[in-house]
């Protein structure tokens, strides 16, 4: 991948009570990570203390008196840490421990371990502070209550286990102080206060923009391709083509759509709308922008795949003029690159900022783009990997909503008539999320 | 410019720290950087406020008069203060998108009466954020004295400047959040930050910026890739190789490296993925043992229909282009292709990497490209991007210090 330094292994380990969002920083992290194209994995203590201890630990198990449970427990955390090992020496770029290493003696001993494991490996630790019993209460709600620990348990009983538990840690709780000379972030009260300490380097450099970004508003990302345009019609690629007549009524039924979606002045005003500078994307927002009131931004960063010399043809004539190139691509969808053109993994590169931006926001987002580029984005958030990309089915005239929430995200598909104007949905969310319960790993957390 | 997040507020950066703590130097940074990503920004300072007053004895350098026994000199400064604060509230009024104030900002009671004054006089939205600067490292300060003061200072020495520092230092109040402002403190050059309440898209960009800033004074060096195929043909565009001319000239390039990096493999190398850059940088990296990262970001703009013609071929064609291109050069956009404002932001990541980098910098491009970031780095204005002359053969060497940058070229025969 371009502009990065591979040789370099990076461990990052977060630090922290229970419930402050570090499972949270480091699955967003992880999924960064893999985006950007380097290998990642996060290894969650938690999950080899439930394999090895059971998940029947009540909030007893994490008394920093209990010296059997505290042999127990830091024996699990060394597995952990020698797994992520492991994975750095067999091909992993980055390792992410997620645990929450609240002593120095801990922390002192997990980087002697990994300082004398690598030469010139860069670590990084994470700290999240939270002191809003609010903000507590709710990470408690959304993320333990579901989690195996309790599933023989009523929500109350939980987080009454769960409280207690949190005060067990904080009798041994310390926080990272400079004489231990670590390079960390810390983040107090979800990013209200944010701490850099001795971090340098091109990707830990990356990593704190991110973490500065970082929220868990649940706000929900529109996404849409232009109506139909005259090239969709004639099956050809590329091209700077304007809308059909069928496109231009899903124009139309598209903003009746967002008007009905976005009822109040307020709202409006804080939407976050992005389209492209090719004119079906950019008359497709016009007449959206029109009827809500509101200007899009035009970012190039957002037009369309470029296919170079391919630029105006048909699949047909492609397969023809071209056909060493038309096998490759059909071999290699996801890394073939059009001559004078891109290829997908360029385009994942070029929307980064895009990315940035859209986790950064916490108000609603509305994209009006193309197939190529709606497929890298949808990828992105909606947790799809990397090669699923060229395939992911992003039909015309159709809006997906998705709402990233804590460790999944909820999709809904409208899909417009643009001649009736009649809609139909699909929701896809706790089907999603319980089937990938079921296939969890126990180990480490892809 | 739409690109940009037209923001719908006006944005003050306030500089707050005791002297010889780098703020001049950061605001001219940040200055130049927001400039050249498209926002109208400007510095109002006590130095700026002087020159701006031709009532006073421009002789004396009254940003340097920290004399904290001198009573005419601080009311001196205390109203070159205010001035400032005046001129900015009227740039931002009217055409200003960015101000970044340099004045006396070290009390909380300074800060309030700051603060109150813009809410006062400003009839528009606005958001403040707050730089801090702050050292504790001698060295480091008597290397920015060294650096940034010493030429200007007449009858005074480093030892009276520091001591003056050190009485300023007794009444300085660090920013707090009891204070309900949000900021970010810079701590010995980048080893600590921290950021409370950061919010918006400009401030996070601009907090980005600032985390990579340094001292170190590092040359960078732009080279553009040697000749080719259609330079032969007088085509513009496309993606041909290097002619046999531009490999050998390549090579020569590459001596030349050999001598002025005597040996140093710390280099931050950059090329294109476009093919004669790809060969230029080989050439060049073999002869230095080192390798080039290829980054699409630095490929050529993107001359859409008009790519692999001649210009007499373009002014045949698309004559109306051509008169569109000579009435805007830098708004122009090719049909189908890139503007020099597109070519900004493509390059933008790159600047942060060059920016971050504390070792010398080697970037192998091609000629619109360069002119972008030759610009960041040496320009005021971007209108200015499309007259730089950039030649071929030729190394611009180019050394950021502060307040400016030093350049020079060798042509390579």
Redesign the interface.
């Known amino acids: 991948m371009q502009g990065c330094n591979r040789s370099q292994k990076i461990a990052i380990c977060t630090v922290g009570l229970p419930a402050r969002g570090k499972t949270y920083i480091s699955r967003k992290l992880n999924r960064y990570f893999n985006w950007l194209g380097y290998k990642s994995r996060v290894f969650i203590n938690g999950n080899y203390r439930r394999e090895i201890c059971g998940t029947e630990c009540k909030s007893q198990f994490f008394d920093p008196h209990n010296e059997e449970a505290q042999k127990a427990r830091n024996d699990c955390a060394k597995m952990a840490l020698q797994d992520l090992i492991q994975f750095l020496q067999n091909g992993g770029d980055v390792g992410i421990l997620d645990g929450t290493n609240i002593t120095k003696e801990r922390r002192h001993q997990i980087e002697n371990d990994l300082k004398s494991q690598f030469n010139g490996i860069q670590t990084l630790w994470i700290e999240s502070i939270c002191n809003d019993s609010k903000v507590i209460q709710n990470n408690i709600r959304l993320t333990k209550i579901n989690n195996p620990d309790y599933c023989n348990m009523n929500p109350e009983q939980a987080t009454i286990d769960f409280l207690n538990r949190i005060k067990m840690y904080e009798q041994a709780y310390e926080t990272i102080t400079d004489d231990e000379n670590l390079s960390y972030i810390k983040t107090m009260n979800v990013g209200a206060d944010i701490i850099v300490h001795q971090v340098y380097g091109f990707l830990l450099s990356k990593i704190v923009s991110f973490i500065m970004n970082l929220h868990t508003y649940p706000r929900p990302i529109y996404l849409s391709r232009h109506g139909e345009s005259q090239y969709n019609v004639d099956d050809r690629v590329g091209g700077d083509s304007d809308l059909s007549a069928l496109g231009e009524m899903y124009a139309e039924k598209l903003a009746d759509f967002f008007y009905s979606e976005f009822p109040t002045k307020e709202i409006k005003n804080e939407i976050i709308f992005f389209t492209s500078t090719m004119r079906r994307a950019v008359h497709t927002s016009d007449v959206v922008a029109q009827k809500l009131e509101i200007q899009p931004l035009q970012l190039k960063t957002l037009d369309e795949i470029n296919v170079g010399i391919c630029d105006g043809m048909t699949y047909s004539e492609i397969a023809q003029k071209f056909p060493n190139d038309f096998q490759e691509r059909k071999i290699n969808k996801l890394g073939y690159r059009y001559p004078r053109g891109e290829s997908y993994l360029d385009l994942i590169s070029r929307i980064e900022p895009v990315i940035f931006e859209i986790e950064r926001s916490r108000q609603p987002v509305m994209i009006i783009a193309h197939q190529a580029i709606l497929r890298c984005l949808y990828a992105y958030f909606h947790q799809n990997e990397i090669p699923e990309v060229p395939t992911l089915d992003i039909p015309l005239h159709c809006v997906i909503k998705l709402t990233p929430a804590a460790y999944f995200c909820f999709e809904k598909r409208v899909l417009i008539n643009p001649q009736t104007g009649e809609i139909q949905q699909k929701e896809e969310f706790v089907e999603e999320f319980l089937r990938s319960k079921s296939k969890q790993k126990s180990f480490i957390d892809l | 410019m739409?690109?940009y997040?037209k923001t719908q507020y006006k944005l003050i950066l306030v500089l707050v720290g005791l002297p010889a703590r780098g703020k001049t130097h950061i605001s001219y940074k940040l200055n130049r950087y927001l400039n050249w990503i498209g926002y109208k920004s400007e510095i109002f300072s006590i130095k700026g406020a002087q020159q701006k007053d031709a009532q006073l004895d421009q002789n004396i350098d009254y940003e340097l008069e920290i004399d904290p026994t001198n009573q005419q000199f601080i009311e001196v400064r205390q109203q070159l203060s205010f001035q400032a604060a005046q001129q900015l509230v009227t740039f931002l009024q009217n055409e200003g998108d960015i101000a970044l104030y340099n004045g006396l900002t070290s009390t909380k009671s300074d800060r309030q009466k700051l603060k109150s004054l813009f809410k006062e006089k400003l009839n528009l939205e606005f958001q403040v954020f707050w730089i801090e600067s702050i050292c504790d490292d001698p060295q480091v300060i008597l290397n920015n004295i060294n650096e940034s003061k010493l030429s200007r200072f007449k009858e005074k020495t480093i030892d009276q400047f520091t001591n003056q520092i050190k009485v300023l230092a007794q009444d300085y109040q660090t920013l707090e959040?009891t204070e309900n402002i949000s900021y970010i403190k810079l701590i010995n050059i980048g080893?600590?930050?921290?950021?409370?309440?950061?919010e918006g898209?400009l401030c996070?960009k601009i907090?980005?910026f600032l985390?990579?800033l340094h001292a170190n004074n590092r040359q960078i060096y732009l080279v553009r890739s040697c000749e080719s195929e259609y330079h032969l043909l007088d085509k513009i565009g496309g993606?041909p190789e290097l002619s046999a001319m531009g490999k050998q000239h390549s090579q020569q390039i590459g001596n030349y490296f050999i001598e002025e990096l005597k040996g140093n493999k710390n280099i931050t190398f950059f090329t294109s993925q476009m093919k004669r850059g790809i060969q230029t940088a080989e050439i060049v990296g073999d002869k230095l043992g080192i390798k080039a990262?290829?980054?699409?970001?630095l490929d050529e703009i993107d001359y859409g229909i008009c790519?692999g013609l001649t210009l007499k071929e373009i002014a045949a064609k698309y004559p109306k282009q051509i008169k569109e291109r000579k009435a805007n050069p830098l708004e122009f956009k090719y049909p189908?292709g890139?503007s020099f404002l597109?070519v900004i932001?493509r390059v933008e990541?790159i600047i942060y990497?060059i920016e971050?980098s504390r070792d010398p910098v080697l970037v192998v491009a091609h000629v619109a490209v360069l002119k972008c970031l030759y610009a960041y780095y040496h320009c005021n204005q971007i209108s200015e991007i499309p007259n730089i002359d950039i030649p071929i053969n030729c190394v611009i060497k180019l050394v950021p210090i502060p307040y400016h940058c030093l350049e020079s070229r060798v042509i390579i025969k």
């Open positions: 739409q690109q997040k959040n080893k600590q930050v921290k950021v409370h309440m950061l898209y996070s907090v980005s985390l990579n993606d990262l290829k980054t699409k970001n790519d189908r890139e597109d932001h990541p990497e971050r």
